[in-house]
Structures are given as structure tokens and as C-alpha cells.
């Protein structure tokens, strides 16, 4: 059995494809095996996949599936996966030569389910360290959750019993996931070291602002009713509300307000609203933005009907 199992979804991406590769195949951990998922991209990266197999066989496994997204490619991945522990690395970021030797050690060492890194925000000009926020319980974790999946290492059994997977057709299903996953929370152990450079592009689909900023409203509804059909609603009631806070109010409407299209923008910006308050009606009651420190709280504190759609206006000329 492979040590690590690292997924790696490709999809013109052929710019950035030979550094990510490279980064893994140069790993100081033996025993690895490298996942790499086209997706049937229209560009040239299967010819950089097939010159990284052909040099390292032992260590690059190549696939082509029809196009499905990428959670497709990640639940395409967990099938074929034969690793202990399975990592995700989006194939325009990069990581240290020694990231899955420091998780992969910490994992064993310490029993654990999922082990987590900081990061860095890379940029073309500077890097910014993001320190994770260590998710001490399921509670914790719902409030602070970073949603991103390649800055953690995942044990495959544990996965496998979650049975969680990834919703597919839809943009945040890091978040669906990574939110299901929270009311599990056990075992997790954290690295308090930059492991891996989240690779800043203006290009990227995350930077993009189009009719799939939408998508996190299906998402959250999703999400809600996950916690209420298994039961987990009641106990966690006020750090889902905190959570819809944050993801109404926080990128997606700052996405949202950098629509082009007025009638678009308007549409998304109301819908959000809307989830929000149908959703959760009494949110300005709610105990984190009352007791958590930060300019973000103070703002939610602040906020109404009026100045959300002043903020809107502000952000888009930003």
C-alpha cells in the first residue's frame, strides 16, 4: 500500500502543470502515488502528464475521463485512490519538497484522521503565510473553517467511512464537503508550518465572477439539509447561522457586487439576502457576531438591507 495517494485534477492548466508535477514527484516522502486526473482538457496538458509518466512510472498514474468538473475528478480519485492517506493538490499550486513527509509522519504519530497546514497566498510579486485555525471540535470548526482541501491530508479509511464525497455540477463543493465532514470532527492534528503556495491567478475560476457565484446558494441549502437529516441541526443551530453569516455576507457577495450584468448582479445580490433571512431571520441576534473580535463581526453587527447594497455598490468600484 502507497503511504499518500495525491489527487491531482487537471484542466487547462498547462502553464502552471510542470511545476505542480514537479513539486510532488520531488517529494522527500517514499511510497507515494500521483493521481493525475484529466479531465478531458482541450489544451496541451496531457502531453506534459504523459513526459512526467513516462519518466517517473512508478509514481505518476495517469487518467483521462470525460469532462465532469472538478468534484468529479475528486470522487474519480477517492475510487482509485490506494493510498493510506489521500491529499488533494490543485494543479496550478505548488508545495514544499517536504510537505507530505511532515504530514504523513504527524499523521502516524499522532492517530490522525486529517492532518492540517498552514499555507501560503502566493502572488506574482509576494507571499502571504496563512496560519489555519486549529479546529479543536466540530463547533470550532464550523465558525472558523478556511474552505479549502489542499492544505490537508486525509486518512482514506476515514473517508471512506464518511462516505461524504463530492456534490458534482456545482462551484464550493470544497465547502459541502468540509462542512459535512465537521459534524465527524475527531483526530484532527495540526502542522503549524507553510506547506503548500495557493498560487494567485486572475484567470482562475475562483477569481472569476460569473453565474456560478450563484452556486454557493445551493450549496448552503444543501448543507442545512444534511445537518437536519441526520439529526445535528439543534446542536449546531447557532454556528450554522454564524456560518451562513459569513458566506452571504463575505466572498460570495463581494463576487456577486463585481457582476457585470445589472440585472445579474441585482438577481445574485437579492438571492443572497434572501438565503440569509429566510433562512435564519433573527442572525443579527447571533452570539459569534456579538462576541467574536474582528472588523468583520463589527461590520455584520452593522449591517442591514440598505447598506448592504451601498457595500455592494462600493465593492464593485474597489
Avoid at 146 to 162: I, M, P, R, S, T
Avoid at 171 to 180: A, G, H, P, Q, Y
Avoid at 230 to 246: K, V
Avoid at 248 to 268: A, H, M, N, V, W
Wanted: charged share 20%; glycine share 2%.
Amino acid at each position: 500500500m502507497f503511504k499518500v495517494s495525491i489527487v491531482v485534477p487537471v484542466y487547462n492548466v498547462e502553464q502552471y502543470l510542470s511545476r505542480c508535477l514537479e513539486s510532488l514527484v520531488n517529494q522527500t516522502l517514499q511510497n507515494i502515488e500521483i493521481l493525475v486526473i484529466n479531465d478531458s482538457s482541450p489544451d496541451n496538458s496531457q502531453v506534459i502528464i504523459d513526459d512526467y509518466a513516462k519518466k517517473y512510472p512508478n509514481m505518476i498514474k495517469s487518467f483521462i475521463k470525460p469532462n465532469g468538473g472538478i468534484s468529479s475528478v475528486r470522487n474519480f480519485g477517492i475510487k482509485h485512490a490506494t493510498g493510506e492517506y489521500i491529499a488533494f493538490v490543485d494543479s496550478d499550486d505548488y508545495v514544499e519538497h517536504d510537505m507530505f513527509e511532515i504530514m504523513y509522519n504527524a499523521a502516524i504519530i499522532n492517530n490522525a484522521n486529517v492532518v492540517i497546514s498552514d499555507f501560503y497566498f502566493t502572488y506574482p510579486d509576494k507571499e502571504i503565510i496563512y496560519n489555519e485555525f486549529p479546529y479543536n471540535d466540530s463547533k470550532s470548526m464550523i465558525i472558523n473553517l478556511f474552505a479549502v482541501l489542499w492544505n490537508k491530508l486525509y486518512k482514506k479509511e476515514y473517508l471512506d467511512k464518511l462516505n461524504i464525497g463530492f456534490m458534482e455540477g456545482y462551484r464550493f463543493e470544497d465547502v459541502s464537503f468540509l462542512m459535512k465532514m465537521a459534524v465527524y470532527h475527531e483526530r484532527f492534528h495540526f502542522v503549524a508550518k507553510p506547506l503548500i503556495h495557493y498560487v494567485q491567478r486572475q484567470d482562475s475560476i475562483t477569481a472569476s465572477h460569473n453565474y456560478q457565484v450563484k452556486d454557493i446558494v445551493f450549496i448552503l441549502n444543501d448543507i442545512l439539509a444534511f445537518y437536519k437529516e441526520r439529526g445535528y441541526y439543534h446542536t449546531y443551530q447557532s454556528e450554522l447561522e454564524y456560518f451562513f453569516i459569513r458566506f452571504t455576507l463575505g466572498q460570495p457577495f463581494r463576487s456577486c457586487s463585481k457582476i457585470t450584468d445589472q440585472e445579474d448582479r441585482k438577481y445574485s445580490l437579492d438571492l443572497l439576502w434572501k438565503t440569509l433571512n429566510d433562512n435564519f431571520p433573527n442572525w443579527k441576534s447571533n452570539q459569534y457576531i456579538k462576541t467574536l473580535p474582528g472588523l468583520k463581526n463589527r461590520y455584520f453587527n452593522l449591517i442591514n438591507r440598505p447598506l448592504y447594497h451601498i457595500s455592494a455598490f462600493i465593492n464593485r468600484l474597489l
